[in-house]
């Protein structure tokens, strides 16, 4: 039974960070993960993944902000977004098992962490 929880979302203020966690149980890592935000009345959209073997994938609206990484003797997915603005107000999920070039089809998802920009 695999299960992804996140955690780190919070209210910040424009130009602030924050570090999205996510914490993955009942699969053997490495795997390709992801994350992923829906904003109000919008379809979701990813935002960053990053394969079993390290490499990344960024949307270009999030290149040079935000870092994602991963720590599998932790089974833990991060996101450390720098520079927020009030349009990444949104709820952040993470994924596994899924594409990273395309940021598509993944399996398993987290229940997401809000996060909002003022």
């Known amino acids: 039974h695999v299960q992804l929880v996140e955690s780190g979302g919070g209210e910040v203020q424009t130009g602030g960070s924050l570090r999205l966690s996510c914490v993955i149980s009942?699969?053997?890592?490495?795997?390709?993960m992801g994350w992923f935000r829906r904003l109000p009345g919008q379809e979701r959209e990813g935002v960053a993944a990053?394969?079993?073997?390290?490499?990344?994938n960024y949307a270009e609206f999030v290149k040079g902000r935000f870092i994602i990484s991963k720590d599998d003797a932790k089974k833990t997915l991060y996101l450390q977004m720098h520079s927020l603005k009030p349009e990444d107000t949104a709820m952040y999920y993470c994924?596994?098992?899924?594409?990273?070039?395309?940021?598509?089809?993944?399996?398993?998802w987290g229940q997401g962490t809000q996060v909002t920009v003022s």
């Open positions: 994924a596994a098992v899924g594409r990273c070039g395309t940021m598509t089809d993944f399996d398993y």
């Open positions: 009942g699969y053997t890592l490495p795997m390709n």
């Open positions: 990053i394969a079993g073997d390290g490499r990344t």
